[in-house]
């Protein structure tokens, strides 16, 4: 059971918009940064969005990421089939004083 | 360009102990620290534990208190994680991280190692 709830699979059609929730705590999302990470079956994650909102160098803006109050939003416009992957968001836990991950949502791209 | 590279594949029977490599490059190593999240078949990721890069302070999570140990050679760049008393459940890919983190939280990884598939079993 992962400390912070996403939905786990989410579908959209080519070119749609789909967005992707995690919801945690005071102890957690409330209080610390977000991060957003995309994986493909057999490889690492890679880092979409990090500070919540913020994207790293090279990553489109069809990605983009947003928090309010105890949840955070992942947002992805314009899908495309490489979208297709397993997302995770993840933060700090102030009260396990440990790095807490979703359990994971599965993009199809229909 | 930063680079953590990873040692190989393990096998190991139930209760043995494993340790992991992960060399860091690319970036001042004492400027950050490194994570190690496992990631069980099939399953979601889990953080372990973090090691600073400058002054080899570390934070475990509290699931692995007594069985795990990180540990970073500085001459050398690489991070190593140990983990003791293994079962069946600590088959999984281990993967090392490039973390911030400042005296009271962590800031997520940025980059990431390929990982190594530990296999426990008899």
């Known amino acids: 059971q992962s400390v912070l709830t996403q939905p786990p699979s989410v579908s959209a059609a080519p070119g749609q918009k789909v967005t992707i929730s995690c919801s945690g705590s005071?102890?957690?999302?409330?209080?610390?940064?977000v991060y957003w990470y995309k994986q493909l079956p057999g490889t690492a994650p890679k880092l979409l969005i990090y500070e919540n909102n913020k994207r790293p160098s090279g990553i489109p803006d069809r990605f983009s990421g947003s928090k309010s109050g105890m949840s955070a939003t992942l947002g992805i416009s314009g899908l495309q089939t490489g979208d297709e992957a397993d997302y995770y968001c993840g933060t700090w836990d102030s009260n396990s004083l440990s790095g807490v991950f979703g359990g994971g949502t599965k993009l199809t791209v229909l | 360009q930063v680079q953590l590279v990873q040692s190989g594949a393990e096998v190991k029977k139930p209760g043995a102990s494993v340790k992991v490599s992960c060399k860091a490059s690319g970036y001042p190593f004492s400027n950050y620290g490194v994570d190690w999240v496992r990631q069980a078949p099939g399953q979601g990721l889990e953080w372990m534990g973090w090691?600073?890069?400058?002054?080899?302070?570390?934070k475990y999570a509290q699931k692995f208190q007594g069985r795990i140990t990180v540990t970073t050679d500085t001459s050398t760049n690489i991070v190593y994680i140990e983990l003791r008393g293994l079962t069946s459940d600590d088959t999984a890919v281990y993967y090392c991280?490039?973390?911030?983190?400042?005296?009271?939280?962590?800031?997520?990884?940025?980059?990431w190692g390929q990982g190594t598939l530990v296999t426990v079993s008899s």
């Open positions: 090691i600073d890069g400058n002054d080899g302070n570390t």
């Open positions: 005071s102890a957690n999302v409330g209080n610390n940064f």
């Open positions: 991280g490039r973390e911030f983190c400042d005296t009271t939280r962590c800031f997520g990884p940025d980059y």
